[in-house]
């Protein structure tokens, strides 16, 4: 074989994903044979706590590591899980003691869900606090419900009954299990459209929130999911130690342990916190025997995070991936120049959208957005005041008006990623404003930014699928990334030219592709009603014939368009009836003509030489 074939074989090998794949299932072998090969207790001790911090920290990764929420309960429900199952043995010592691991873990998924009620409500540092004050809450209660839990003298479990001989084989290979279940479950939530809402909610939750994610559901099912089995661990654990107190078990260093886990393997990868977890838990037991434990201790672990956060803020894992990929991509030139495609045609869109005939339109159209009287102000500054305006079910209505004037706040009123002080709108005959703003993106509200929002960190087809067009507990299970949900969103990233970049994350694009991106990920929520906040805005003239091109088709089927906009060659082509407005409410409306002619207007905003009919005059801003 000449040298020339043996590079890319080379390259395969050095492919992150097949090497990392091979990595763990020699680690996972060698796991699993361990305490066949050998009966050091030392090591075997080591492993079955290195067990339970990895079931922990990839318990975490989800909350955590895919939605961004920082949790130090995860030691907590260690404790849930121990408690559970001390108690109950105790109280029924005839019983096996192992069928109150289930418990263990129902347990700790109530427990999550009355904390979530809590917590979920509070976001950055204060959530942090919400689950430490929880961890020692729960620790108080242990300490001082003596009746139950023994209080600080704490509890004896029974005595395993087997054969001394595999001791702790029992302990160890259920820990074993519990930790394949749990990656099982990380790894299949991570493909689903919940792990690419909870990722969108990680970057951006408001932003999340117009494209149909229920924000209180999907955060709960995360904070769930990232404990139940946490508690199961915890039983097991706590039958492995046969004795456990309050103190030892509600142990603040258990969560931060496994916080420690998580970062120093990756947060963001699935085998990332199973490393971390035999990384830190070995270093423990080594400070605990060789440096004399307590501060010691805590300064390792703190130089360790130090450390982390300075040279390798992603982690182990994804330094290790990255550095595969450069030696495997050195040499070659970096990514094709993709282009932005030709665009499709909207009538070969099969799955997504729902296409009307315009033909069987009603003459006045119906209004599809009633806005009445809608107020928002910042302190002393009435951004939105009073304002009303109707979009006619079919129309392309503009929306202009001064800078400053309020025009992205109504926006933002409208689809509620700002909430109004006051004011009525009405969506299809239903009034929305006290909707939530998934509902009302699943009732036909789809909304762009004047600054795009993407979601960094994902790739283009991720952003697209991340759209969730309707609430379904069904949805939220299906697969995101491939079948059917992936293609119908490759058909819009097809439609607005964008198909040749659906693997390059979403900050690598330019800031007009960004917005093409952005008119792709709405139109996945079929949205009946389409906010389009300056469409034109930053981008080059070709790609604002495109846009203003994809307007028309995607009208000229039944999407209604509400559109702000400072090109007024664009607006007044394309728009129709336009409202202006001025200082937070709505000065005039009418038909593009009807407002240029409109004395008022001209003498507020578009200025006295505006005159649409001179193409060279166009210089209106
Ligand atoms: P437009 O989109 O028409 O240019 P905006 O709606 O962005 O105007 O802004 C209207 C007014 O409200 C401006 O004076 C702006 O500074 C103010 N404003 C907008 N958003 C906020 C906010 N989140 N906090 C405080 N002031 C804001
Ligand atoms: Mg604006």
Redesign the pocket.
Known sequence: MSAAESAPEARRALDPIWLGRGIALVAGVLLVLYPMLSDNLYYQNMIILSLVFAIAASGLSIITGLAGYVSLSQGAFVGLGGYTVGVLATHHPDTNVWLWMPVAGVTAGLVALILGFVAMRASGPSFVIITVAFLFLVQVIAINWRSVSGGTEGLSLPIPTWDADIANWPFYYSLVGILALQLLLTWWIRRTKLGTGLVAIRDDETKAATLGINLPVEKMIAFIASSVLVGVGGGVYGYYLTFIDPRGMFNILLSVEAMLALLVGGKATLWGPVLGAFIVEPLNEYANNNLGGGNTRLLLFGGLLVLIVLFLPQGVLPAIESLLNWVRTRGRAGLVGARIGTGGSLASLTGRLSLVDRAAAVDPPPPLLEVKDLRKA??G?K??DGASLVVPEGSITGLI??????????F?LIDDT?HADGGEIWLAGERIDRLSPWTRAHRGLGRTF?ITRLFREMTVLENVVAAQRSFSWGQLGRIAVSGSEARAAEELLEYVGMRSFRDQKARALSFGQQKLVELAQVLMLDPKLILL?EPAGGINPVLIDRMSGMIRELNSYGKTFLI?EHNMPFVLGLCDPVHV?AR?HTMASGTPDQIQKDPAVVDAYLGDDFVLEDEHERTVR
């Open positions: 910042f302190g500054l951004a939105v008006g001064p800078n400053g004037s309020g025009k992205t706040t109504l933002n700002i004047q906040d702000v407005l937070g």
